[in-house]
Structure formats: structure tokens, C-alpha cells
């Protein structure tokens, strides 16, 4: 049974930290790319962090470049996302996202606020 168990998302004041973790399970992680995404509220989902292959590059949307940083410890079966620096326009349900052609996996996410 494929799983991907998302955690730490919370309220956070402006210029706070928080690090996300997705557990995985039921399917090889490691031959896996690893990404977050997040849904605010009236907006579509988009991607935050990923690993653009297995190989370990990675990129960022362009209002995180800086702030967010995305790891993952295949021994654990876990991608991380490092997030700093917060603001309320990171408001959002951050997901956690396994990939390879065409095959798709997706959390049930975690909600992130930042909020004064």
C-alpha cells in the first residue's frame, strides 16, 4: 500500500521556520522523484521544491529561491522541506509529491500558516 505521510506543517508568525517532512512507503523510494507543492486558498496547486531526477539536482519556484530548501534521507524513506523566512503568502496545504514517468503518488498534505 502506497503512502506518502506528510507532518509539521502549523501556525508560524512572519519570519518564522518550519521543516516539513513525507514519510513514504509501499513503493522504492529512491527510484523516486521527490517534490513538494502547495495549494493556497482560490489558487491552483504549484510546485515549491523538487528534485528534478533521482540524481539529486533540484529547483525551486521563484518566490522560495532563497528561503525553502528540500533534502530527502533515502535510508528513511523521507524528503524533507526546510522553510525560512516564512510570510502570509506562504499561507498554504503543502503536499508531498513521488514521481517517475508516469507514475504519480500525492500526500494528503499539511497546513502551513503564517500569520501574525
Known amino acids: 500500500q502506497v503512502q506518502l505521510v506528510e507532518s509539521g506543517g502549523g501556525w508560524v508568525q512572519p519570519g518564522g521556520s518550519l521543516r516539513l517532512s513525507c514519510v513514504a512507503s509501499?513503493?522504492?523510494?529512491?527510484?523516486?522523484?521527490m517534490s513538494w507543492y502547495r495549494q493556497a486558498p482560490g489558487k491552483e496547486r504549484e510546485l515549491v521544491a523538487g528534485?528534478?531526477?533521482?540524481?539529486?539536482?533540484?529547483n525551486y519556484a521563484d518566490s522560495v529561491k532563497g528561503r525553502f530548501t528540500i533534502s530527502k534521507d533515502n535510508s528513511k524513506n523521507t524528503v524533507y522541506l526546510q522553510m525560512n523566512s516564512l510570510n502570509a503568502e506562504d499561507t498554504a496545504v503543502y503536499y508531498c509529491?513521488?514521481?517517475?514517468?508516469?507514475?504519480?503518488?500525492w500526500g494528503q498534505g499539511t497546513r502551513v500558516t503564517v500569520s501574525s
Open positions: 509501499g513503493f522504492p523510494f529512491s527510484s523516486y522523484v
Open positions: 528534485y528534478t531526477s533521482i540524481g539529486g539536482s533540484t
Open positions: 509529491n513521488a514521481r517517475k514517468m508516469v507514475i504519480s503518488f
